[in-house]
C-alpha cells in the first residue's frame, strides 16, 4: 500500500498538511505540490487498490478526470478543499469536506476535522490566505502572538509564487517539511530561525520592487497594476494583491505580472465584498479560483485591454 500527500504549495496548503501529519503522521507518504497555480496535481499520482490519497487545497473541478481515474483504481482519497468543486463524484472510496464558501480556507476546514488541534497553525494559515478577520475570530480567547503568526502566514504564502519552483525560495515540499516537526507555530519560529529569516529577507527586498508598479487602470472600485518580468515580480503578486486588498477594502485589485510576452494575472475582489474574481477569471482560457481570490496563468498581451475591461465591469 502506498500513500501520497498532494497539497497547494501556498500557505493554505501547506499548513493544511502540517495539521494534518501532527495529528495522524505518515512519514511514508510521497509529497506531490508543486508552485502556487501548479494545481493540477493529480496528475502526477499513479495508484492501485489500497493506496490512500490525501488532496488539500486544489480545485476538484480542475483535478476532476484525474481523481475519478485514482477511485476507479481502487484507491481511497481524502480530499479537502475550498475551491469549485462541479461534478464531485459519489464513491465510496471518497471522503470530501468540501466548502466553498467566500469566508472559508482549506485549512480552517481541516480545523473543524481536527476539533482545533492545532489551532495555532490553522490560524496561521488563514492569515497567510488573507482572511485576518477569520483568523482572528479562530483565535478568540487563546494566548496567541497573532502578529507573529500572521507575518509567518503571509510569508508561507508568499513562497509559493512563481512561474516555476526555481523563483521560489523553498520548495513547498521543502518548507513543509521545515514545519511539520513542529506542534505550534510559535515552536517553529523559536525553532528553525533560519528558513524564517530567509523568506522575510526575500519579502522584504520583493516589495519594495513592486511599490513601483505600473498602473494600468486606477478607480474608486478597482486597480489594475502591471509588474516587470522578472523572479521578484512573481514572487509578490499574489501577497502584493493581498496587501493591497486589506488597504482598500472596497476596492479590487488585479495583479498582472509579465512573463515574456504574455501575462500573468492575479484578482482579488473587494474585501467588502468577497465575489466575482473566479467568474471573471474563467471568462478566460486558463483562469479558475474561487469568488474572493482567482487568477489567470497566461494571459495574452493582446487580451489585456479586454481584461481590463472584463475587470471593471465585473467590480
Given at each position: 500500500?502506498a500513500a501520497?500527500?498532494?497539497?497547494?504549495g501556498d500557505a493554505?496548503?501547506v499548513?493544511?498538511?502540517?495539521?494534518?501529519?501532527?495529528?495522524d503522521p505518515?512519514?511514508?507518504?510521497?509529497?506531490?505540490t508543486?508552485r502556487?497555480?501548479?494545481?493540477?496535481?493529480?496528475?502526477?499520482?499513479k495508484t492501485?487498490?489500497?493506496?490512500?490519497?490525501?488532496v488539500l487545497?486544489?480545485?476538484?473541478?480542475?483535478?476532476?478526470?484525474?481523481?475519478n481515474?485514482i477511485?476507479t483504481s481502487?484507491a481511497?482519497v481524502?480530499y479537502?478543499?475550498?475551491?469549485?468543486?462541479?461534478?464531485?463524484p459519489?464513491?465510496d472510496n471518497?471522503?470530501?469536506?468540501?466548502?466553498?464558501s467566500p469566508?472559508?480556507?482549506?485549512a480552517?476546514?481541516?480545523?473543524?476535522?481536527?476539533?482545533?488541534?492545532?489551532?495555532?497553525w490553522?490560524?496561521?494559515?488563514?492569515f497567510g490566505?488573507?482572511?485576518?478577520?477569520?483568523a482572528?475570530?479562530k483565535?478568540?480567547?487563546?494566548d496567541?502572538?497573532?502578529e507573529q503568526?500572521?507575518?509567518?502566514?503571509?510569508?508561507?504564502?508568499?513562497?509559493?509564487?512563481?512561474?516555476d519552483?526555481?523563483?521560489?525560495?523553498f520548495?513547498?515540499?521543502?518548507l513543509?517539511?521545515?514545519?511539520?516537526?513542529?506542534d505550534?507555530p510559535?515552536e517553529?519560529l523559536?525553532?528553525?530561525?533560519?528558513?524564517?529569516q530567509?523568506l522575510?529577507d526575500?519579502?522584504?527586498s520583493d516589495l519594495?520592487?513592486?511599490?513601483s508598479a505600473?498602473?494600468l487602470?486606477e478607480?474608486?472600485?478597482?486597480?489594475?497594476i502591471e509588474?516587470a518580468?522578472?523572479a521578484?515580480?512573481?514572487?509578490?503578486?499574489?501577497?502584493?494583491?493581498n496587501?493591497?486588498a486589506?488597504?482598500?477594502?472596497g476596492?479590487?485589485?488585479?495583479v498582472?505580472?509579465r512573463?515574456?510576452?504574455?501575462?500573468l494575472?492575479?484578482?482579488?475582489?473587494?474585501?467588502?465584498?468577497?465575489?466575482?474574481?473566479?467568474?471573471?477569471?474563467?471568462?478566460?482560457e486558463?483562469?479558475g479560483?474561487r469568488?474572493?481570490?482567482?487568477?489567470?496563468?497566461?494571459?495574452?498581451?493582446r487580451?489585456v485591454d479586454?481584461f481590463?475591461?472584463?475587470?471593471?465591469g465585473a467590480f
Amino acid at each position: 500500500m502506498a500513500a501520497f500527500d498532494v497539497f497547494n504549495g501556498d500557505a493554505d496548503g501547506v499548513i493544511s498538511l502540517v495539521q494534518m501529519r501532527r495529528a495522524d503522521p505518515r512519514p511514508e507518504a510521497k509529497l506531490i505540490t508543486g508552485r502556487k497555480r501548479d494545481i493540477n496535481l493529480l496528475k502526477r499520482v499513479k495508484t492501485k487498490a489500497g493506496d490512500q490519497v490525501t488532496v488539500l487545497d486544489i480545485s476538484l473541478r480542475s483535478n476532476l478526470d484525474d481523481l475519478n481515474r485514482i477511485l476507479t483504481s481502487g484507491a481511497s482519497v481524502f480530499y479537502a478543499d475550498h475551491h469549485n468543486a462541479d461534478g464531485q463524484p459519489e464513491h465510496d472510496n471518497l471522503q470530501a469536506c468540501i466548502d466553498v464558501s467566500p469566508e472559508v480556507c482549506t485549512a480552517l476546514i481541516i480545523d473543524d476535522c481536527l476539533e482545533g488541534a492545532y489551532r495555532a497553525w490553522a490560524v496561521t494559515a488563514a492569515f497567510g490566505d488573507n482572511f485576518p478577520k477569520i483568523a482572528k475570530a479562530k483565535a478568540a480567547g487563546l494566548d496567541l502572538p497573532l502578529e507573529q503568526l500572521e507575518r509567518l502566514g503571509m510569508l508561507v504564502n508568499y513562497n509559493g509564487y512563481g512561474a516555476d519552483t526555481s523563483d521560489l525560495h523553498f520548495h513547498p515540499a521543502d518548507l513543509y517539511k521545515a514545519l511539520a516537526p513542529f506542534d505550534t507555530p510559535m515552536e517553529f519560529l523559536e525553532g528553525n530561525k533560519e528558513v524564517y529569516q530567509k523568506l522575510d529577507d526575500g519579502y522584504e527586498s520583493d516589495l519594495s520592487a513592486a511599490k513601483s508598479a505600473k498602473v494600468l487602470d486606477e478607480s474608486v472600485k478597482g486597480l489594475v497594476i502591471e509588474l516587470a518580468d522578472d523572479a521578484s515580480s512573481r514572487r509578490i503578486s499574489g501577497v502584493y494583491g493581498n496587501q493591497l486588498a486589506q488597504e482598500n477594502p472596497g476596492r479590487a485589485h488585479a495583479v498582472l505580472t509579465r512573463t515574456g510576452e504574455n501575462y500573468l494575472v492575479s484578482v482579488r475582489a473587494p474585501l467588502s465584498n468577497r465575489t466575482g474574481a473566479d467568474k471573471l477569471c474563467l471568462q478566460f482560457e486558463t483562469g479558475g479560483g474561487r469568488a474572493a481570490a482567482a487568477g489567470i496563468n497566461v494571459l495574452p498581451e493582446r487580451d489585456v485591454d479586454r481584461f481590463i475591461d472584463a475587470f471593471i465591469g465585473a467590480f
